[in-house]
């Protein structure tokens, strides 16, 4: 057997390995107010939205992210061998609350800091991330066949009115990075692709919903 046929053996028991460790199941962590009115619109994304009330709001206070990893979360058995750290989540936190801030204003809503009449409360928790295998990533066929190694990050996030707590909308959501090739070959990038793609969906619903 030759040293080619060797590499394409190994890669492809890689790509085994890594793509049987991306299917997680979908688990709550008790972040949310209500999870009673999820429903699933595809096996790794629960949402509940009423667009008709949230059209009513123009304001939002965007809490800071938090961290509230699930059970069985990838992110607590690599953050116990060092692989995940403080400083990574601050990074990652600080990051999306930085993304969700932009798609916000974006559509022309205000970002505001006091509870009131139409101003509603974003929460969002990050519930797993999982590192970017920058070698398999870093494969275009790898990459677009099966995403392999393209990292992600899991979350959950609800809009409440920010005066009487009522949920106007929620999700429940695994994310894999960006299968684009050459995109997010950094330890996180997969994991920032996923924010990414979160803050875009906020901005489209919101549009949406204000008939933009």
Request: charged share 25%; with cysteine.
């Amino acid at each position: 057997m030759n040293k080619t046929s060797v590499l394409i053996m190994i890669v492809i028991g890689l790509m085994v390995i890594s793509s049987g460790c991306s299917h997680s199941t979908m688990s709550k962590t008790g972040f949310l107010s209500d999870y009673s009115r999820l429903q699933a619109e595809s096996d790794s994304r629960l949402r509940y939205l009423n667009e008709r009330a949230l059209a009513g709001y123009s304001s939002f206070i965007v809490d800071r992210v938090e961290v509230h990893f699930r059970t069985g979360a990838k992110a607590i058995e690599k953050k116990s061998q060092g692989k995940v750290t403080q400083q990574d989540m601050a990074d990652l936190t600080n990051y999306l609350h930085s993304a969700i801030v932009k798609a916000i204003t974006d559509t022309g809503c205000r970002i505001v800091y006091q509870p009131g009449p139409g101003v509603a409360r974003l929460r969002v928790a990050i519930t797993d991330i999982e590192e970017t295998n920058v070698v398999l990533a870093a494969i275009p066929q790898t990459r677009l066949i099966t995403g392999a190694g393209v990292g992600g990050a899991s979350m959950e996030y609800e809009v409440i009115d920010s005066q009487t707590g009522r949920q106007l909308g929620a999700c429940v959501e695994l994310k894999a990075g960006s299968r684009i090739p050459f995109t997010g070959l950094s330890q996180w990038g997969g994991a920032k692709a996923a924010m990414d793609a979160w803050a875009k969906r906020v901005k489209e619903r919101l549009e949406e919903v204000r008939g933009k």
